[in-house]
T-cell receptor, first 113, second 112 residues
Framework: EAGVAQSPRYKIIEKRQSVAFWCNPI?????LYWYQQILGQGPKLLIQ????????DSQLPKDRFSAERLKGVDSTLKIQPAKLEDSAVYLC???????????FGNGTRLTVT | SQQGEEDPQALSIQEGENATMNCSYK?????LQWYRQNSGRGLVHLIL?????REKHSGRLRVTLDTSKKSSSLLITASRAADTASYFC????????????FGKGTKLTVNP
């Protein structure tokens, strides 16, 4: 089966600019996750979707971050405006059901200057 | 907040040796998972152990879970240079939203 696809692979922007990341999960996977991974740390959950609906977004900085899952398949994560501390790798993952093995994409490395 | 804490933070061994990494967590869990992350890549699922299980094997991997001590260990036997990676434990807390919370990871280096 095809894995989780993410784009772009790398992105460099200046602070206060906006940026968007795209994720295409494994076909048939109902649950989709966005994680933020700062260098040297473990991934931190930003938002979890179950089909179209949001299951958990308690750690999403909603004043600047937004995410949507189109028709329960693809998802986009947007940051507007970006801050220096947003520099991180943004990982998308999917699973066939809640709390099963997560399948991760290779991530988007964001650098905010 | 991070639920799991891996120990040690970094581990360097020779090829052929065994590597043991530990994970401690704070609240009761439904299950615990271990993941591997190679540099610049996404995480890869290794093994899932449920709260009512005590030990699980997968190839050269052995995972134990002690719910009374709220801890787990990952043993990699006969390590290879290709095992060089960061290893993370992840837990989902009972009674929560079932979100998976990752620790900070152990960086394993296997020297040829």
């Amino acid at each position: 089966e095809a894995g989780v696809a993410q784009s772009p692979r790398y992105k460099i922007i200046e602070k206060r600019q906006s940026v968007a990341f795209w994720c295409n999960p494994i076909s048939g996977h109902a649950t989709l996750y966005w994680y933020q991974q700062i260098l040297g740390q473990g991934p931190k959950l930003l938002i979890q979707f179950q089909n179209n609906g949001v299951v958990d977004d308690s750690q999403l900085p909603k004043d600047r971050f937004s995410a949507e899952r189109l028709k329960g398949v693809d998802s986009t994560l947007k940051i507007q405006p970006a801050k220096l501390e947003d520099s991180a790798v943004y990982l998308c993952a999917s699973s066939p059901d809640r709390i099963r093995a997560l399948h991760f994409g290779n991530g988007t490395r964001l650098t905010v200057t | 907040s991070q639920q799991g804490e891996e120990d040690p933070q970094a581990l360097s061994i020779q090829e052929g040796e065994n590597a043991t990494m530990n994970c401690s967590y704070k609240t009761s869990i439904n299950n615990l998972q271990w993941y591997r992350q190679n540099s610049g890549r996404g995480l890869v699922h290794l093994i899932l152990i449920r709260s009512n299980e005590r030990e699980k094997h997968s190839g050269r991997l052995r995972v134990t879970l002690d719910t009374s001590k709220k801890s787990s260990s990952l043993l990699i036997t006969a390590s290879r240079a290709a095992d060089t990676a960061s290893y993370f434990c992840a837990t989902d807390a009972q009674g929560g939203s079932e979100k998976l919370v990752f620790g900070k990871g152990t960086k394993l280096t296997v020297n040829p």
